[in-house]
């Protein structure tokens, strides 16, 4: 069986090798980082840098950290100016990928001669799971499609406002009341209220699919036209499949009974077994658009891997095809 993420990591070792062959020693380690992005896009590599992640603890978040570089979204990179590795550029590596969802990362150092070392961090519910390996940790995260575990729902709103307290928060509190009434099956709501800032929103989406096991997510806010309105960007970046037909439909709804309906750019999308749907900011809209589509949820909760939700008379009737 081969390496996890193997073909990314030797890649990212070849170009590693480049940038020192280029560069030799000498220099900071900055340097090293930002020859490191330009070449590994040269290489084709998608690279994030500065990723502002959440650090968790118990399934709570407890702090934030911030991660070099990740490549692919999938390997995270330490690029240091070392002699040689050291045990504690690996431990504060494994420390990263414990504290967020990534699970392979790798330590650079430049010094007269290039090191480096592979660091993994397995998890028994990641996305990427697929079999055990020699380095598997069994962590204590269950997916909630668990038969014993109620259905996590992940409620996000994102508002600058209410994040400062010019407003109480009304969406958030208006989505949970909605589920309560139309979820007949055990599940439980985890919420969070983040600014509208993209690491964050996206931090938090993070947080409530890979940490949590969320069955479905639901964000308010920040769908809009204007600068701070970035919601949709952040689903976007973490999502690894979108559902247009799921925004289509909230708005030709909507348009119905407001004309700025088509003002909301409100995506969906899946990560992993979790569906992400986004909401339009303003309380009034919360019923109206998750009403627009309910009736497709728990089939495509089912289809991404999801638990069998049931839902109440006074929910829109769900809609499974007869083969299901
Ligand atoms: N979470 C919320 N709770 C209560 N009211 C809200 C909330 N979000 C929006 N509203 C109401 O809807 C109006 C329009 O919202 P707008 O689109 O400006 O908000 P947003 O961009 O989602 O959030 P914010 O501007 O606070 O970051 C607001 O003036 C407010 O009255
Ligand atoms: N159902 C519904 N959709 C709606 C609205 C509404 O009142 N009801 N407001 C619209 C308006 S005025 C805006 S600006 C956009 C974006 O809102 P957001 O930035 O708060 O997400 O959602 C639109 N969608």
Not at 64 to 93: I, M, S
Not at 119 to 136: E, I, K, N
Not at 258 to 267: E, H
Request: contains cysteine.
């Amino acid at each position: 069986m081969g390496l996890l993420h193997g073909e990314v990591t030797a890649g990212i070792l070849r170009v590693f090798r480049e940038v020192h062959d280029e560069l030799r020693h000498g220099h900071p380690e900055v340097i090293y980082q930002r020859a490191m992005v330009i070449a590994l896009a040269d290489a084709g590599f998608a690279v994030a840098r500065e990723v502002d992640v959440a650090v968790t603890f118990r399934g709570r978040v407890i702090g934030r950290g911030r991660l070099d570089l990740v490549v692919n979204d999938l390997v995270v990179l330490e690029c240091k100016v070392a002699r040689a590795v050291e045990l504690e550029h690996v431990g504060q590596l494994l420390g990263y990928l414990k504290a967020t969802n990534y699970e392979v990362g790798l330590v650079l150092t430049f010094g007269r001669r290039p090191d480096q070392k592979r660091v993994v961090f397995r998890r028994l519910a990641s996305r990427s799971a697929a079999s055990a390996s020699p380095h598997t940790f069994a962590t204590k995260l269950l997916p909630s499609s668990h038969p014993s575990l109620p259905a996590v729902v992940g409620v996000l709103t994102i508002s600058d406002r209410a994040t400062s307290g010019v407003y109480e928060d009304k969406s958030g509190p208006a989505i949970q009341s909605v589920l309560t009434r139309w979820i007949a099956s055990p599940w439980e709501p985890v919420y969070r209220l983040v600014p509208d800032e993209q690491p964050l929103i996206e931090a938090a989406l993070r947080e409530l699919a890979d940490d949590l096991h969320c069955a479905l997510i639901v964000t308010t806010g920040g769908t809009g036209p204007s600068p701070r309105d970035v919601t949709p960007e952040a689903t976007v970046a973490v999502c690894d499949r979108l559902l247009p037909g799921f925004g289509e439909q909230m708005r030709a709804v909507s348009v119905k009974t407001v004309p700025t309906a088509i003002l909301s750019r409100q995506v969906a999308g899946t990560r992993g077994s979790s569906l992400i749907i986004n909401l339009p900011g303003k309380p009034a809209a919360i019923e109206e658009c998750l009403g627009a589509v309910w009736a497709a949820v728990p089939y495509c909760i089912d289809l991404i891997g999801g638990p069998r939700l049931l839902f109440s008379a006074e929910a829109p009737a769900p809609f499974r095809p007869t083969s299901a």
